[in-house]
Antibody
């Protein structure tokens, strides 16, 4: 059973870069899946951040596009999120998730447990 | 962006009741609609994909229907473990995946 686990600092200062990684266990990266990030502000709904497709192409939420970088390290079985120039509005629980290739990159079929990131000085 | 509007935002029903949630898309999305369940303090879990397909391992009391702009999610007989927030999500536009605002289901 594939497991995803987010990790990274729980506190980030305003204007700095939020960096998270998602370790994928019991699975080796292949072309069967894409990899994505979603966040949920306290007490709010879900917001898609971005998806990493094959060959290094990434789609990001237009509202965040210029601040988001998603990358994959197949040698370490993990993928990463970097969000630049954060503000308090970026405080949220961040989830990593898997998207089956068969879905074209639209179905999140396996999620990490989530990690809370607070932006504060 | 394609806007997804769920209703109601919350509901209260008795155990064994049939529960229905609707999700309206701001434009045509064919069948590209998923439903997720989120229990308190947990990550969302995929229940239904492509509007009506039950994810493996999900109880058959959960079902989905619809296409185009109007979709329905149903719990045929509400169970205590179904207390959660349910979200719809469209993927007609892969450059702008969007979720509905959620429906909180409680026991009356």
């Amino acid at each position: 059973h594939v497991q995803l686990q987010e990790s990274g600092p729980g506190l980030v200062r305003p204007s700095e870069t939020l960096s998270l990684t998602c370790a994928v266990s019991a699975y080796s990266f292949s072309s069967d899946y894409y990899w994505g990030w979603i966040r949920q502000s306290p007490g709010k709904g879900l917001e898609w951040i971005g998806t990493y497709f094959h060959s290094g192409s990434t789609y990001s939420n237009p509202s965040l596009n210029s601040r988001v970088t998603i990358s994959v390290d197949t040698s370490k079985n993990l993928f990463s999120l970097k969000l630049k120039s954060v503000t308090a509005a970026d405080t949220a629980v961040y989830y990593c998730a898997r998207l089956p290739y068969r879905s074209g990159g639209g179905i999140f079929d396996n999620w990490g447990q989530g990690t809370l990131v607070t932006v504060s000085s | 962006d394609i806007q997804m509007t769920q209703s109601p935002s919350s509901l209260s029903a008795s155990l064994g009741d049939r529960v229905t949630i609707t999700c309206q898309a701001s434009q045509h999305i064919s069948k590209y609609l998923n439903w997720y369940q989120q229990k308190p303090g947990k990550a969302p879990k995929l229940l239904i994909y492509d509007a009506s397909n039950l994810e493996t391992g999900v109880p058959s009391r959960f079902s989905g229907s619809g296409s185009g702009t109007s979709f329905t999610f149903t719990i045929s007989s509400l169970q205590p473990e179904d207390i959660a927030i349910y979200y719809c999500q469209q993927y007609d536009n892969l450059l702008g995946l969007t979720f509905g605002g959620g429906t909180k289901v409680a026991i009356k």
